[in-house]
């Protein structure tokens, strides 16, 4: 790996961080241009493990609105998003929902459940 350069979202500063790997560090990767120790934590999760939260939305079946906003409890692994999706897509949701029920446990095998953002 040569080096990477991305700009951190971890705070508001919006640092440009450039990564590298270096084998004489404890964690095997050299970040510069980090204001705060969270800029470093997430340069290297994003090169090791790049993750989101997903948001989306699912088909309501007995409302007067269409759709019910969803997102994922906790960031998913960025290559299981396809998947996931392909599961949002398949499901219809009954009302009435609360803000926070589980709709999916586990959706594409990440440990991470998908649930409402949204009462209806």
Do not use: H, W
Request: proline share 4%; glycine share 6%.
């Amino acid at each position: 790996m040569q080096s990477k350069e991305i700009i951190c979202t971890a705070c508001p500063i919006g640092c440009r961080l450039t990564i590298y790997r270096d084998e004489a560090s404890e964690n095997g990767f050299q970040v510069e241009g980090s204001t705060c120790k969270r800029g470093i934590s997430y340069a290297i999760a994003e090169i090791t493990d790049p993750r989101r939260i997903l948001t989306s939305t699912v088909r309501v079946i007995n409302s007067t609105y269409k759709r019910l906003p969803v997102r994922t409890g906790e960031a998913i692994p960025k290559d299981k998003i396809f998947q996931c999706m392909d599961e949002i897509n398949r499901i219809e949701i009954k009302c009435p929902v609360k803000m926070g029920d589980v709709l999916i446990e586990n959706i594409a095998e990440t440990g991470i459940n998908l649930i409402s953002s949204r009462n209806l």
